[in-house]
């Protein structure tokens, strides 16, 4: 009896370890989920859009679309940082929203994404955030000094880290988390993600350094990154900042894409930032 009991206890450890060595070596897998057909701009409701590429540090060559606002130049152009799924013709909406209030807005994909080379991962997207940015600050139509930053979920940690580089006029989150570590720590209570995980997006240890605006824009019903995350993330922000809780809106449901209050809500602090800077 004893012996079946230790069998059976020796089998269960074997399973636990080798279930725990196929997460280790696949992580990559289950964070990043890219898609790799883009439709044309049109299509997805942007004929106005630009298809253009630019270069990364690291040699690679990344693809986007530059939607311009009403006027050009526009007074502010939104540089989209995507989460982890789908590609730029996902943010569409977004993009088409934004134009219409009068933002320039640029969507890209990372590398692995939108049938771009290579493969994500952190120090990979944190490359492909300073080439989006180096591109925007090269164009003609495009003022540097007005440059936003909006991240979504997992471009959240992107685009923190990328303020910290090279500050944005104003840093939009949208449902962002503290750490890809508590996030994931959240989702599989039962493994030890703290040890395990190579990307890390530490954002809740980065928050505090930033020097612009910032607006944190999270669902109170998000099922992925749960809205305590989001508001611990605010509360470790400097001033001058806003949050803005989406009634009932989950993680994936319109509202958080371009939703009317989303839409409004960042016109709204960019006319007041925009106020501000021309009293100076």
């Known amino acids: 009896m004893a ?11 074997l399973v636990v370890i080798v279930g ?5 070596a ?20 942007l004929p106005q859009a630009e298809e253009v590429t630019f270069p990364t540090e690291d040699g690679l060559t990344l693809a986007g679309w530059f939607v311009p606002g009403g006027t050009r130049p526009a007074p502010f152009t939104v540089l989209v940082f995507n989460g982890n799924a789908g590609n730029r013709s996902f943010r569409a909406p977004l993009a088409l929203a934004l134009a219409k209030a009068g933002l320039s807005v640029f969507l890209f994909d990372y590398r692995g994404y939108g049938g771009n080379g290579g493969r994500p991962s952190e120090a990979g997207l944190a490359a492909d955030a300073r080439g989006a ?7 003609g139509d495009v003022d540097a000094r007005s440059i936003v930053y909006f991240g979504e979920s997992l471009g959240s940690g992107v685009a923190v880290a990328l303020a910290l580089e090279r500050s944005p006029l104003l840093l939009i989150l949208r ?30 240890e980065r928050i505090g350094q930033i020097r612009c605006p910032l607006l944190v824009i999270a669902g109170d019903r998000d099922s992925i990154v749960p809205p305590r995350q989001s508001l611990r993330l605010f509360d470790a922000a400097p001033e001058p900042k806003r949050l803005v809780m989406v009634p009932g809106a989950d993680h994936n449901d319109y509202a958080l894409l371009a939703g009317d209050l989303l839409i409004e809500e960042v016109v709204r602090f960019l006319a007041t930032i925009g106020s501000v800077r021309a009293r100076l």
Request: hydrophobic share 40%.
């Open 175 to 204: 449902s962002p988390y503290t750490s890809m570590a508590e996030l994931g720590q959240y989702h599989y209570p039962f493994l030890p993600v703290r040890r395990l995980l190579w990307d890390r997006y530490p954002s809740i």
């Open 3 to 13: 012996r079946s009991m230790a069998s059976t206890l020796g089998l269960f450890v």
């Open 133 to 139: 940015r180096a591109y925007l600050e090269q164009r």
């Open 20 to 24: 725990v060595g196929v997460l280790w």
């Open 26 to 45: 696949f992580q990559r897998h289950l964070l990043y989920i890219p898609f790799g057909h883009v439709s044309s701009p049109a299509t997805v409701g």
